[in-house]
C-alpha cells in the first residue's frame, strides 16, 4: 500500500487546502457584497457618528465625614461618592471619580470629616458641592 496509500494522502490534503481557500474567498465576498446589497436596497449608508465631546475635568474639594476612610485614599484611586441624608436612602452622587490629593489634615480641626480633592467633570462637581451641604458624604473605593 506504499505508494498508492500516499497518493491518496497527498489527494486528500490538496482537497481540504482547496475547500478551506475556497471558504475564505466565499467569506470575503459575503463580507463585500453584503455591505453593497444593503445599500442597493434602498436603505441610507450609516452616517459616521461625530466624536464625543471633550469633558472638562475640574478640581473638587469634598469633606468626607469619616475621616478613617480618607487616609486610605490614594492619589489615582477610584472612589463612588455616596450621600446619606436624614429620611431618605443614600444615592450615589458621583461615580469612578479620580482621587487628585488627600492633603494632610488641619491640626486642631473637630471630628468633622477629611478633605480630599476629586477630579471630576464640572457638572458632577456642581452635585457634589450641593449633596455637601444638605448630607454627610461617605467613599468607596472602586
Known amino acids: 500500500m506504499g505508494r498508492a496509500g500516499d497518493r491518496l494522502r497527498r489527494a486528500v490534503r490538496r482537497r481540504r487546502r482547496s475547500a478551506a481557500a475556497g471558504l475564505a474567498v466565499v467569506a470575503a465576498a459575503l463580507m463585500v457584497g453584503g455591505a453593497e446589497a444593503e445599500a442597493s436596497r434602498g436603505s441610507a449608508p450609516p452616517e459616521p457618528k461625530p466624536p464625543p465631546a471633550a469633558v472638562r475635568m475640574v478640581s473638587a474639594p469634598v469633606r468626607i465625614a ?77
Open 66 to 142: 469619616d475621616a478613617a476612610t480618607v487616609r486610605l485614599l490614594r492619589p489615582g484611586d477610584r472612589v463612588d461618592v455616596v450621600a446619606a441624608e436624614r429620611g431618605g436612602p443614600p444615592r450615589v452622587v458621583a461615580a469612578g471619580a479620580r482621587v487628585a490629593e488627600v492633603p494632610n489634615p488641619e491640626k486642631g480641626v473637630g471630628d468633622d470629616g477629611a478633605l480630599v480633592v476629586l477630579s471630576v467633570p464640572r457638572e458632577t462637581a456642581r452635585t457634589l458641592v450641593g449633596a455637601g451641604t444638605v448630607s454627610q458624604l461617605a467613599v468607596t473605593l472602586c
